[in-house]
């Protein structure tokens, strides 16, 4: 591929999506565009770059984007978010809304459904403690694809392998051959929605939790700054945000704070429980 055409594909993709790539993933865009450029009918990714310098067709370019998208994901991804939400954030969002009675949550980048249906089945496990309770779960993706297997909830015997556990697999699925398909009542708990983290989030309301977990890895230090500030804003004053295991706010931005003693938790900075956790844990 010739530099310029590397440099417009590092442009697009950075524009549109947040992407940044170095030179040394130029193979990424060989190996990920080939394919599109062989179904939009071009010979070469050069080819393929004429047709970008020009006016080039929406749909050409969503299917560049969602190409180098990443999706990998799992149930219970990395375990300790989800024991976190379980023993620590869902205590104390049923303490702190006991009145309201509302919760909602919000997986930023909830790929094919595994994080954000692992939400709902810890929820569920919950049983008659939040019965009479109205929980929201909005999983949002750039990649529309992905979101049509999110909301199919259709897995392979792999997926349903990689961190289920097999007493959740046998409560929440019904096998049909090969697959395992979700139950509807865990399915109709995520509603999905196409949502790219790059634009205004105010039509997306408030959220009490924000699962952003695994994508602000592939942006450069700025948006990942941008991306959190907007996040803020639309977090509860004592809402919770979690990051993924390769991600964190130090020296990116001061909008949120870590909580002390809970990995990969955080609040906003303003937040007035965040105050008085910091306070309990200095006297302790
Ligand atoms: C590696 S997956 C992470 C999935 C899940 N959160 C997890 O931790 O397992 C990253 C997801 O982020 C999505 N993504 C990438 N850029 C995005 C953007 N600008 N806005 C919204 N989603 C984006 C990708 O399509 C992909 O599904």
């Known amino acids: 591929m ?43 990714l050069d080819n393929m770059c004429m047709a970008l310098r020009g006016v080039p067709d929406p ?28 023993d620590h954030i869902l205590p104390a ?3 702190d809304r006991a009145s309201a009675r509302k919760i909602r949550i919000w997986c930023a980048a909830a790929s094919s459904g595994q994080e954000p249906y692992s ?92 699962f952003c977990r695994n994508v602000l890895i592939y942006f450069d230090k700025e948006t990942k700054g941008e991306i959190l500030g907007r996040i803020a804003k639309q977090m509860a004053p004592d809402g919770m945000l979690l990051l993924g295991g390769a991600e964190t706010v130090m020296g990116i931005t001061e909008t949120f704070k870590a909580v002390p003693d809970k990995r990969g938790l955080y609040m906003r900075a303003d937040s007035p429980a965040l105050a008085s956790t910091s306070a309990a844990t200095a006297v302790k």
Do not use: C
Request: glycine share 4%; hydrophobic share 40%.
């Open 119 to 210: 939400l709902a089945m810890l929820l569920k496990e919950k049983g008659a403690a939040l019965a009479n309770w109205q929980i929201d779960i909005l999983g949002t993706d750039i990649s529309t694809d992905i979101l049509e297997t999110a909301k199919r909830g259709e897995y392979s015997q792999f997926e349903v392998q990689r961190g289920l556990p097999i007493t959740m697999l046998m409560k929440y699925f019904e096998q049909k051959g090969e697959r395992w398909i979700i139950k509807d009542d865990i399915k109709k708990m995520v509603k999905y929605q196409y949502f790219n983290l790059l634009d205004n989030m105010a039509a997306l309301g408030r959220f009490d939790i924000v």
């Open 93 to 95: 969002m049923m303490k």
């Open 59 to 86: 749909n050409l370019i969503k299917d560049i984007v969602e190409a180098m998208t990443t999706n990998e994901t799992s149930f219970f991804r990395d375990t300790k978010p989800f024991d976190l939400f379980r």
């Open 2 to 44: 010739h530099i310029s055409n590397f440099d417009l594909y590092r442009d697009l993709l950075k524009e549109k999506s947040g992407l940044t790539l170095t030179p040394d993933k130029a193979y990424l865009i060989e190996s990920r565009l080939m394919p599109i450029a062989k179904k939009w009918g071009y010979t070469s």
